[in-house]
């Protein structure tokens, strides 16, 4: 009766679920979507597809290890348990890493379906040459894009998804972001980053009727680990709290820019974003 009475009287706050790899430094991944839900005021949930360990000892190479499908399968059964689709209707995926995980996670996705799913197409991580990314190429563009609502890749998924040769303007991300909604008919915020030349970081935001560049002057030239992971959370977690996807986009922006701002150094060689306190 106690419990009950608990219950009736807690207010709810807005849900936002991460299916994403663990990043052990704490700049990118799950732990990077968490800090970001929290930050932008929704209850972060997250369930793991993935181990990713930089080597200090061999020059911050990456050791990538799989989680098991039925553990993954048994994250999303309890977190799906617990928090029904009137409550937990906002996902966010990051790094699935092997076609195995995108089948699991793309017939857990098929069999409770979410209103909104915001998809970061994590072909690479920071620091991987790019052909690393080809064997989940194929399985990402089949099983897990036509589920997203919104897309939100960097240059070199930009590349892959628009099967552009070159983007090398604002113009070209422009028409990346077209190609890849024609495609697959997904609202798309295509990141230019440090990619574009001049002095500012500019995304293009198409959902195919609108279309808008959004700008923030450059902090650095170099790409900072977990600005993609948390701006994808940071859309996922507007769009939880009722904002359009474009409003959504727009404040992940100014978010992203100003964690890029508090970044954080280490020992590893490249700085990490920070949500602030």
Same mark, same amino acid.
């Given at each position: 009766?106690?419990? +009950? ?10 849900? +936002?679920?991460?299916? +994403? ?6 700049? !990118?991944? !799950?732990? @990077? ?28 190479? #990456? ?14 059964? $309890? %977190? ?24 699991? *996670?793309?017939? !857990?996705?098929?069999? =409770?379906? /979410? ?39 960097? #240059? ?13 303007? &604002? ?5 990346? @972001?077209?190609? %890849? ?19 500012? $970081? ?10 808008? *560049?959004? =700008? ?10 977990? !600005? ?5 959370? +940071?859309? @996922? ?17 100014? /978010?992203?820019? &100003?964690?890029?701002?508090? =970044? ?14």
């Amino acid at each position: 009766m106690r419990r +009950a009475l608990l219950r009736e009287n807690v207010l709810m706050p807005k849900l +936002a679920l991460t299916i +994403a790899g663990s990043e052990a430094t704490g700049g !990118a991944g !799950a732990q @990077a979507d968490l800090k970001t839900f929290q930050a932008r005021g929704v209850y972060g949930i997250a369930a793991l597809t993935c181990i990713v360990s930089f080597n200090p000892s061999d020059n911050w190479s #990456h050791r990538f290890v799989p989680v098991d499908a039925n553990v993954i399968d048994d994250q999303l059964d $309890a %977190i799906t348990g617990a928090y029904g689709p009137e409550a937990l209707d906002t996902v966010k995926i990051g790094m699935l890493g092997t076609p195995a995980t995108i089948t699991t *996670v793309a017939k !857990a996705l098929s069999a =409770r379906p /979410f209103t909104n799913v915001v998809l970061d197409p994590v072909l690479i991580c920071k620091g991987q040459e790019p052909g690393a990314a080809l064997d989940t190429d194929n399985a990402l563009k089949a099983e897990i894009l036509p589920l997203a609502t919104v897309v939100t890749p960097n #240059h070199f998924e930009s590349l892959s998804l628009s099967g552009m040769d070159a983007i090398d303007t &604002e113009d070209d991300l422009i028409e990346a @972001a077209k190609r %890849i909604h024609e495609r697959y008919g997904v609202t798309v915020v295509a990141k230019g980053g440090v990619r574009i030349a001049g002095p500012e $970081a500019v995304d293009v935001y198409f959902d195919g009727v609108s279309l808008e *560049v959004l =700008r923030a002057p450059k902090v650095g030239e170099v790409a900072v680990s977990g !600005a993609g992971c948390s701006l994808a959370a +940071a859309i @996922a977690a507007e769009i939880a709290k009722g904002a359009t996807t474009l409003e959504a986009a727009r404040t992940a922006k100014a /978010f992203v820019t &100003e964690a890029i701002t508090l =970044r954080v150094a280490s020992n590893a060689p490249f700085d990490a974003v920070w949500q602030g306190d």
